[in-house]
């Protein structure tokens, strides 16, 4: 196997300990810190940084490297990184899901109808607000909101002009505000 350093000067065979021991002790560290970066677990780290040169060393035969080692050494470790991450979101997405659907049977009915309860309470505190309104704010809020006319629609209904509708639809928004955040306590 021919492996070139950052020097371009080709290493010759992987096969001797003596070469690979040197190669290990130069890079470990570069390597560990590549997979730092994106796994911030440091067992993790080394775990993933041995594998890869356990790897490196399996396959010495088999592999041709045509750019430096150390680039070789990081394409590996930013690899095998995201691939780490991948598998263990993987593995927590599939157990959440697991989770998530056993208390959703569980829950399931008591949220919906204290969900719909809460909605009831909330219609029927607006319509008291909306009512408490002075007469012609309630109108124009109304065929606003409601009939969904525009601004210049309710202001040709109501002869009135369209800066009177949106003082009265503010006007009204406020006072909604008010009585809503009061009943709120």
């Not at 002790?25 to 810190?33: E, L, N, S």
């Not at 750019?67 to 593995?91: E, F, P, Q, V, W």
């Not at 829950?107 to 309104?133: F, M, P, V, W």
């Not at 639809?169 to 955040?181: C, E, H, P, S, V």
Request: glycine share 4%; with cysteine.
């Amino acid at each position: 196997m021919t492996i070139s350093d950052q020097s371009h000067k080709p290493f010759v065979g992987l096969s001797g300990v003596d070469s690979f021991e040197t190669i290990f002790r130069q890079h470990f560290a570069f390597v560990c810190t590549v997979i730092h970066k994106y796994v911030g677990d440091k067992s993790k780290v080394e775990d993933i940084a041995q594998e890869i040169f356990t790897e490196l060393w399996v396959k010495r035969d088999q592999i041709h490297i045509h750019t430096s080692l150390g680039a070789y050494l990081r394409r590996m470790a930013i690899s095998r990184a995201l691939n780490y991450l991948r598998d263990t979101r993987k593995h927590n997405w599939d157990e959440l899901d697991q989770n998530s659907e056993n208390v959703q049977d569980l829950s399931y009915q008591g949220t919906s109808a204290i969900q719909y309860l809460e909605e009831e309470d909330l219609k029927k505190r607006i319509d008291l607000a909306i009512n408490s309104l002075p007469e012609k704010c309630k109108i124009v809020f109304l065929m606003s909101r409601y009939d969904e006319l525009s601004y210049a629609e309710i202001a040709q209904q109501m002869n009135i002009s369209v800066k009177t509708v949106e003082n009265q639809i503010g006007k009204a928004l406020k006072m909604l505000r008010l009585a809503l955040a009061d009943d709120r306590g």
